[in-house]
């Protein structure tokens, strides 16, 4: 580690070839690429968005899976001054469109064949029409067949040949800790994703810590599994390898069997991830230990994990240390976390406790904070906190107060040495397979359906994906409702997290006083 680490990421890039230049960094398939072999990619793609007219600030959009092409055109962004927005695989192209309509994004890389899946035409030929993209200059397809409105990754950059390096070198140092480096929106309790604003000074810093905290280490060969997409994947993932001079190795789809024989042939020794996917390797009837021998170091979220399965990830799946944290996108991706030498007990039953330079607080509705061990708001004020919600002045200020705590809508204790602990959600919000799902959101979407009314959604506990969702709809006069269909018609129109997994029809949804969806009484029924 350097005595002052990188605060913007063309900096983390340029340091860690000066330190890491013939050192393994990126390992895809038959494509390895040495630090100084990235770099020189990142240099001719940004040189292409230069020659494209990027201009510093400019939105560019990825909408892929993990892959070597990824990181290079992520890293080219940040180098020219470009703010990234990343998009869900998941997605289905109405989704995708909006966020690309909203950002005004200029470029927009992504695939054709991923998952038998072609997004460009998902995102131009798809069920509501073609899309308005005033601002979309350029798609460039990273990997797939061509399109007749795009381009592909190969003639994209060599299409930056009239643009001289010096141009390159010339961006790349003009960009400031306190430049945005992403765009990475999220959903909120009023249905419309919400753009976080993300600064390089604050994602460098924070994740310069989570390396810190969990020991990562330079030879380490790290597994990701996590989507690129997700601050889980991007920032301690690709930017904590750089700043570690670990070997980042791209995983696309989550795949007990594919991901046992990598641990085995790769000799992985980093792998991070939510709770379902070492569950889902403990459950495997193929699980076979001896080939795990190379795994060191697991980091997984803030969902409720079972002491049971510290242990067993320790005893059976062979990690060393096994860490946990907290963090939203709005906090950078971090705000708290167990240290590594924390006992198992610990690391199964909290999040950890703030890391350097970070406050956190349990509050209660004034905003005063309670007696350790009582319920209350978890708050976090410090520069991990994102600048704001673009475009969305009312939401930010509603979201960070006066003194500069942003309220994480989480419900939480914190122990007496700092340690928090999360209870509940006051936002509803839950989480299926390491992804958040917002009930407001689905809602929203589901009243689409010309035979549905009404729609409320809460989630259910499943013991592969932790939690589904479940949707309660109320048909319009004189509808009739098959679940199966409700069920498939979301699945063509939203991710397939959020889609529900089971629905039921029901006369009216239960109120409280107030006048608002009683969705305790909706867990009763639904026997959770």
């Known amino acids: 580690m350097t005595s002052h680490p990188p605060l913007t990421i063309p900096q983390l890039l340029l340091e860690s070839v000066a330190a890491h230049g013939d050192v393994e960094a990126l390992v895809d398939g038959d494509v390895s690429l040495t630090h ?3 770099l020189a990619h990142v240099q001719r793609a940004g040189q292409a968005l230069i020659a494209a007219g990027v201009q510093p600030g400019d939105r560019i959009a990825i909408w892929a899976p993990n892959c070597w092409e990824w990181v290079v055109a992520s890293l080219a962004t940040h180098c020219v001054g470009g703010v990234l927005l990343p998009i869900n695989t998941r997605y289905r192209g109405s989704e995708a469109a909006s966020l690309l309509q909203r950002s005004a994004a200029r470029v927009l890389f992504t695939v054709t064949d991923f998952l038998d899946t072609n997004y460009v035409s998902l995102l131009l030929d798809g069920p509501d029409g073609r899309p308005e993209l005033p ?14 409105e ?44 919400k753009g976080v604003m ?93 080939r795990l021998g190379t795994l060191r170091l697991a980091v ?18 062979g990690f060393d240390t096994v860490v946990t944290g907290y963090g939203l996108t709005e906090s950078s991706g971090i705000a708290t976390m167990c240290r590594h030498d924390d006992d198992p007990e610990t690391i199964a039953t909290t999040s950890g406790r703030a890391i350097p330079g970070v ?30 919600y673009a475009d969305d002045p009312d ?15 989480d419900i939480g204790v914190m122990d007496e040495r700092g340690y928090i602990q999360i209870t509940d959600r006051m936002k509803d919000m839950f989480i299926v397979g390491g992804f958040n799902a917002y009930p407001a959101e689905i809602e929203q979407a589901l009243g689409a359906h010309p035979h549905i009314a009404q729609a409320a959604v809460i989630g259910i506990p499943d013991e592969r994906l932790g939690e589904v969702g479940m949707a309660f709809v109320v048909p319009t006069g004189g509808a009739t409702i098959d679940p199966d269909e409700v069920i498939a018609w979301a699945r063509e129109r939203m991710a397939n997290y959020k889609a529900p997994r089971r629905v039921e029809v029901i006369e009216a949804l239960p109120l409280v006083p107030a006048g608002k969806v009683d969705k305790n009484a909706l867990r009763t029924r639904a026997g959770v």
């Open 198 to 290: 993300l600064e390089h000074g604050a994602v460098c810093r924070g994740f310069e810590s989570w390396c810190d905290v969990i020991g990562l280490r330079a030879g380490d060969r790290y597994l990701v599994v996590n989507p690129y997409f997700h601050s889980f994947g991007l920032n301690a993932g690709i930017l904590a390898c750089l700043m570690r001079g670990a070997t980042n190795l791209p995983h696309a789809v989550f795949d007990v069997p594919a991901i046992m024989q990598r641990i085995s042939d790769d000799r992985i020794t980093v792998l991070p991830g939510p709770p379902a996917i070492y569950q889902s390797m403990l459950q495997h009837p193929d699980l076979d230990p001896s």
């Open 359 to 388: 406050e956190v607080q349990v509050v209660d509705e004034t905003g005063a904070e309670v007696e350790r061990g009582t319920n209350g708001e978890i708050v976090v004020r410090g520069y991990n906190v994102m600048r704001g």
């Open 395 to 409: 939401a930010t200020a509603e979201a960070i107060d006066a003194d500069g705590w942003l309220h994480t809508g």
């Open 300 to 317: 997984t979220g803030a969902a409720v994990i079972p002491v049971q399965l510290i242990v067993d990830m320790r005893e059976v799946l």
């Open 150 to 193: 795009t381009t592909t990754f190969g003639a994209f950059v060599e299409s930056g040949g009239s643009v001289g390096p010096e141009q390159f070198d010339v961006r790349a140092a003009a960009v400031t800790p306190d430049d945005l480096c992403h765009l990475m929106f999220t959903s909120g309790t009023t249905g419309q994703p």
């Open 135 to 148: 601002d979309l200059q350029q798609i460039v397809v990273l990997r797939g067949s061509e399109h007749a």
């Open 36 to 38: 100084g072999q990235l």
